[in-house]
């Protein structure tokens, strides 16, 4: 079972930048994990904002295209989100989370993820 640990988060004004760390138990690559970000805002269902792929392929939600980077350090077990560019409806807690890598999903629906960290907190102010 992958164990997932969300860090990074905080306060910024908008315009800021963040980058939100998430350490895995294992080397999720390897063991053929796919990864994504998500996020949930008060009274929001929780959405996926970035995904990447074993073979490094990435997916953005348009709303964060241009703006947010996905990467993944495998020597380290660590995903990566680098956000720019903030804006306040960016606030929200975010959470990584992984999945085996299969084809034929969609990367940033949160029903094909299995594993969840506790996730941190991104608070925009305008």
């Known amino acids: 079972q992958v164990q997932l640990m969300e860090s990074g988060g905080g306060s910024v004004q908008s315009g800021g930048s963040l980058t939100l760390s998430c350490a895995a138990s294992?080397?999720?690559?390897?063991?053929?994990?796919?990864m994504g970000w998500f996020r949930q805002a008060p009274g929001k269902t929780r959405e996926g904002v970035a995904a990447i792929s074993g073979g490094e392929i990435t997916t953005y939600a348009d709303s964060v295209k241009g703006r947010f980077t996905i990467s993944r350090d495998n020597a380290k077990n660590t995903l990566y989100l680098q956000m720019n560019d903030l804006k306040p409806e960016d606030t929200a807690m975010y959470y990584c989370?992984?999945?085996?890598?299969?084809?034929?999903?969609?990367?940033?629906?949160?029903?094909?993820?299995?594993?969840w960290g506790q996730g941190t907190q991104v608070t925009v102010s305008s």
């Open positions: 294992e080397y999720t690559r390897s063991s053929g994990y796919c």
């Open positions: 989370a992984a999945r085996p890598c299969t084809s034929g999903v969609w990367p940033l629906s949160r029903d094909v993820y299995h594993y």
